[in-house]
């Protein structure tokens, strides 16, 4: 596997941008401004320097009732909201004020409108107390959502300097339906720069930082809620991928997320610059969370409002409630290395750990053989960037922005600038219908139920260096559904130095391990798996990941 | 809408189609010596001219048993395999005799196997007898199989001369899942070269007949099984559709076809030119069959056996038993015109009748307005050809044979030879996403339940006439699934005049008009009528033609 091509347009224009900065200085402005005093974190308690662990600050400045609330699943909190023990302004409160001091600490958020937010919590006490009942399985909880959901009223740019000004007057159905449910918004979150990085850098509001090690980035594209969940600054929050844009930023904060397959919630008033991603690669939508059960809740949320009644393009798949699996009863093949870039010392780590304690539960554990990751990547890689990147061009030329360093390394994926003809665009769809039949036959012959996987080489990196997507992006080509849960362990330098007698197979892994240079730069980053399932059985695989997550935690 | 552009390309080579020449002979000889003495019609029972109607012949040689089967529906017919009433001998040779009669009387078959048949009908009733237990919801029912469904052993053509002799050596999934439920397989059918006419001609045993008037075709591409349901010639067949390909032949010939929702049955191992054809409209399998508890049957026959299991490109969607509508609740509009071409005199009459019968039985009738038919339908033609027709020059150019006049219009649908590129083609796909979206609000903003349409302008045509698909390929842009069902009526030269003082609005209007000149040409031609559905509610669909049939032909 190598980056074939290299990006070589010129998109920037200084002086174009120029004009825009200040509507970019405005758009800050008024996030800034959303910081309310009510809810800020005093400017003492914020760190002068980096590689800080920050999600042990805003405990200090809750109430004891509002750390119970904060550190509750969405699922416990929600029964509680149901049985009117507590209120949805008490609850949002809580949130408010954690959402708050975790953007002062990671710079999370591209819009906070906590007065908006506290106005519909009451809304929904009002109601509730009127009519005894509540609007949704979501009354009441605080959700976050990624900023590319157009949102109506506000302004929804994508990470595109071009748009940071564009008011979207509709909303994009997933995020309607979540406010059906009854959920309270009050922050949206922020993104890199074409949405196309494992990081977060954009030429808006800048990066986003981990909360376990703020030298470290929390990943991407959906950077703000990787690092929201981990602050445990909303209940969850919906998130977008069609790479990693979910995964990654899970496993980097230490989170849940579930990509589920593809079309089961809706894409509908999604903002990108890509007109055509929906087709040979599809993004999809889904939830980071903090538990299996909050993954369950909120895709039920979404999906028992029957989506499919207001976008064609969903399929009638209603969510349906699955038994967890015996433990023992599970097969697991565990992916060590993908055969193009093998993980580095943390994460092999985790991999032997989790076998350990899957095997003395009786889990059959063997070993998942990769099947042309290379190419599949590549391929992958080709779909992305099919059109010769001409969207993305063209809405990086239109504010001249200065081009971040993954920006360039995600425009030059597979086919890269030079684009693909309909004939090749084909072939690579037949390549994925072929594949996506030889890993479920595969799976099958094996007996194998799910697969356990990194989520990436590594723990956390350095901003802005990620460059290798195969282990999450395989799944996108494939649109095999997976869930991201934390170990529990976490990278520590007595027991992870980098192996440095390895000899890499090609430069893109010689490049990737070699960011792992020093583990003391990754303390504290969290060591965190990829459960991969069937192809639309995205129940069975939360409910599994739950187990499997809960066994080898114990 | 006009054929934008013309096909220019030469792939005809008459030194090389030569090569093959002895090939065909030896695929027609086989073919012929399939026409086994014991079923065989005698040859002065075939007439010696055409216009006539053949459907009346073979009961003339049937006994009154024979009769009695295979005028019979499958669902009949299994309850008495199932109960012992019948043996699979007894059924498979009723049918054995019938399609041999059909075949000599239209040319419908391109492969006669009767006495693999009538082993499999043995093997049946040997298990049956040991049992007493049938292998399968289809135990012991003769079932057709249009040809280009791989057949393990077969030679399987698709269609094209370079093909006659290429053995196949796998099962299509969706053919052996009809296997598996217990089906008899003895007959492949006909169609058209590249599988892409609304007619029948091809360079290896040449054109089929429409049973109803044989001067008229079968329409396409699935001809040889319209005209073997016509026949009763097989309890079901496969077909298949991309354009109009199940619906055509089965409106041409007046029985039932279901164009169902994609990826609902499997498309694995379904041989044709187009290796590119799943991705931006997609061809999907389904029935041509002579009710609505056929179709009913035969879906549930073969998703009951779980398809997503061995395909991933299948939907894990259940085929739900669901409950006839009672008539007076639906609401039901009825598109009289596409505003592209203009339905001929038998097609409005139909029409009409329909309303004035559905009116009377309580159903709210509305007239369905069309939306952007015109765009769509080309749309779709530049999706067909969307690599310039790249694989089915190849394969055309491979054996050098004579292009057929419906294969050089269909090249030319949309951007024709010039094919598209990347841009262009997730343009389409956003254009088709974005309709889907249009059609289904529209149809829930008027609370329509079902749309009533022609399935093509006219009834039968003349063979190697029809160049507009837009009344059913608008379908497989927006996949609507569709039923087709005969309403009773016929093309009567009395009641059904041209309208000549008709304007037509472009030349594909005063084109596909002007083929129906002169009612006495297509008298006994079946009027049947398109009935649409929501995506994905294949089997609410069923259902409401089922009601709706019953009620416009009581």
Redesign the interface.
């Given at each position: 596997m190598s980056l074939v091509t290299e990006f070589t347009k010129n998109t920037e224009d200084p002086l174009l941008f120029e004009t825009f900065k200040p509507k970019i200085q405005a758009y800050k402005n008024e996030l800034t401004a959303g910081i309310l005093d009510e809810y800020k974190l005093p400017e003492d308690m914020i760190p002068n320097k980096f590689g800080v662990d920050v999600t042990k600050i805003p405990p200090k400045v809750l109430s004891e009732n509002e750390l119970e609330i904060t550190e509750s699943t969405g699922t416990v909190l929600e029964k509680r909201l149901q049985a009117g023990e507590l209120t949805a302004v008490e609850v949002f409160e809580a949130f408010a004020k954690r959402a708050t001091a975790a953007h002062q600490l990671t710079n999370c958020a591209m819009q906070l409108f906590m007065k908006e937010g506290l106005e519909r919590a009451k809304s929904l006490d009002k109601y509730f107390q009127e009519t005894g009942k509540t609007v949704g399985p979501l009354h009441g909880l605080p959700v976050s959502l990624k900023e590319h959901y157009m949102y109506k009223g506000k302004v929804t740019n994508a990470g595109y300097v071009v748009w940071v000004d564009r008011i979207t007057n509709d909303w994009a159905l997933t995020v309607k339906l979540l406010l059906d449910a009854g959920a309270v918004f009050y922050i949206r979150t922020t993104e890199p720069q074409t949405i196309m990085h494992l990081c977060s850098n954009n030429n808006i509001i800048g990066l986003c930082r981990n909360p376990n090690n703020t030298s470290l980035t929390t990943g991407g594209s959906s950077s703000g809620e990787g690092a929201l969940a981990a602050m445990k600054g909303s209940v969850f929050g919906l998130g977008s991928d069609i790479g990693g844009s979910i995964r990654c930023p899970a496993a980097f904060c230490g989170v849940w997320g579930l990509r589920p397959t593809q079309k089961r919630l809706s894409m509908?008033n999604c903002a990108s610059a890509c007109?055509?991603e929906?087709?040979?690669v599809c993004c999809v939508l889904g939830p980071i969370a903090r538990s299996a059960d909050d993954i369950d809740l909120f895709m039920d949320s979404i999906i028992s409002q029957k989506p499919?009644?207001n976008?064609?393009?969903v399929?009638?798949?209603p969510w349906r409630k699955v038994q967890e699996p015996g433990i023992s009863t599970l097969t697991i093949a565990i992916c060590y290395d993908d055969g193009v870039v093998k993980p580095v010392t943390p994460i092999l780590r985790g991999l032997n750990y989790a076998r350990q304690k899957l095997v003395a539960a009786g889990v059959k554990v063997i070993e998942w053989k990769p099947i042309e990751v290379d190419e599949l990547v590549s391929a992958c890689g080709s779909m992305y960037n099919?059109?010769?990147c001409?969207d993305q061009i063209n809405a990086l030329a239109a504010s001249g922005e200065p081009l971040k360093k993954l920006s360039k390394v995600a425009l030059s994926f597979g086919c890269g600038e030079k684009?693909?003809?309909?004939?090749e665009?084909?072939?690579l769809?037949?390549l994925r219908?072929t594949y996506?039949?030889v890993?479920?036959d595969t799976m099958?012959k094996f007996g194998i139920d799910y697969i356990l996987s990194p989520a990436y080489v590594s723990v956390a990196a350095k901003p802005e260096t990620v460059h290798y997507w195969g282990y999450t992006n395989l799944w996108n080509i494939l649109d095999f559904p997976n869930v991201i849960f934390p170990t529990g362990l976490r990278c520590d330098p007595l027991v992870d130095p980098p192996d440095t007698s390895y000899k890499s197979r090609s430069d893109i892994e010689a490049y990737e391990r070699g960011l792992y240079d020093d583990a003391k730069k990754f303390e504290n980053a969290p060591i965190s798996l990829q459960l991969t399932g069937?192809?639309?059985?995205d129940e069975e695989l939360v409910k599994a990941a739950k187990v499997v997550e809960q066994e080898i935690t114990k």
């Open positions: 509908k007109t055509g929906a087709e040979v499919w009644e976008d064609a393009t399929i009638p798949l099919s059109d010769a001409l684009g693909v003809d309909v004939t665009y084909q072939r769809a037949l219908d996506r039949n890993y479920q099958k069937k192809r639309w059985f």
